[in-house]
Nanobody, 115 residues
Framework: QVQLVEPGGGLVQPGGSLRLACTAS????????LGWYRQAPGKERELVSV???????VYADSVKGRFTISRGRADNTVNLQMNSLKPEDTAVYYC?????????WGQGTQVTVSS
């Protein structure tokens, strides 16, 4: 059974920073893609940033230059450093893992950017 745990999230003021972390457990290897999506109220879930096998990274245009994705010390972890946060970054952020043609999701963590 694959489980993705996402501590972090919370309330931050515009211009502030927040760091999300995701730890995957279970039969997760080989990991093909690992990263983050988000869903704002009334909107579809969208890609934020992912790391692809080999280390390539993909970012949504809206977060380029502000967010940085990285793998943790263990291969089953991924972090998302979010800087210069904007109100439009407010959403539920979901960790996602692709392994052997299957996709897994975390339970989501709320990020709210507001003064």
């Amino acid at each position: 059974q694959v489980q993705l745990v996402e501590p972090g999230g919370g309330l931050v003021q515009p211009g502030g920073s927040l760091r999300l972390a995701c730890t995957a457990s279970g039969s997760i290897f080989p990991i093909n893609v690992l990263g983050w999506y988000r869903q704002a109220p009334g909107k579809e879930r969208e890609l934020v940033s992912v790391i692809i096998t080999g280390g390539s990274t993909v970012y949504a245009d809206s977060v380029k230059g502000r967010f940085t994705i990285s793998r943790g010390r263990a291969d089953n972890t991924v972090n998302l450093q979010m800087n210069s946060l904007k109100p439009e970054d407010t959403a539920v952020y979901y960790c996602n893992l692709h392994s052997s043609s299957r996709s897994y999701w975390g339970q989501g963590t709320q990020v709210t950017v507001s003064s």
